[in-house]
């Protein structure tokens, strides 16, 4: 059974940067395609940005230009590198896979963009 434990959120001002990472137990991670999301206080879970298992990557029109998703299969840890953090990116992070079906969610990581 796959295990995700996310990291490396924090409160950051407009602007800051943060870097999450996603490490996985239990299976080969290289083998999956998969993604970032947030949930803000009240809104759905929704997909940030995506990796397919030849890094290929695909991002959420919110994220592009400003995050950046990468994956170390040696290490079984998916990354997310944000820039130019804004207020409305406030969230708790998760990753899993990109499609169904997805494994059991993390504790998610909570990124809290305010002055």
């Known amino acids: 059974q796959v295990q995700l434990v996310e990291s490396g959120g924090g409160l950051v001002q407009p602007g800051g940067s943060l870097r999450l990472s996603c490490a996985a137990s239990g299976s080969d991670f290289s083998i999956y395609n998969l993604a970032w999301y947030r949930q803000a206080p009240g809104e759905q879970r929704e997909w940030v940005a995506s990796?397919?298992?030849?890094?290929?990557?695909n991002y959420a029109d919110s994220a592009k230009g400003r995050f950046t998703i990468s994956r170390d299969n040696a290490k079984n840890t998916l990354y997310l590198q944000m820039n130019s953090l804004k207020p409305e990116d406030t969230a708790v992070y998760s990753c899993?896979?990109?499609?169904?079906?997805?494994?059991?969610w993390g504790q998610g990581t909570q990124v809290t963009v305010s002055s």
């Open positions: 990796i397919t298992t030849g890094g290929i990557t």
């Open positions: 899993n896979r990109r499609v169904l079906p997805q494994w059991a």
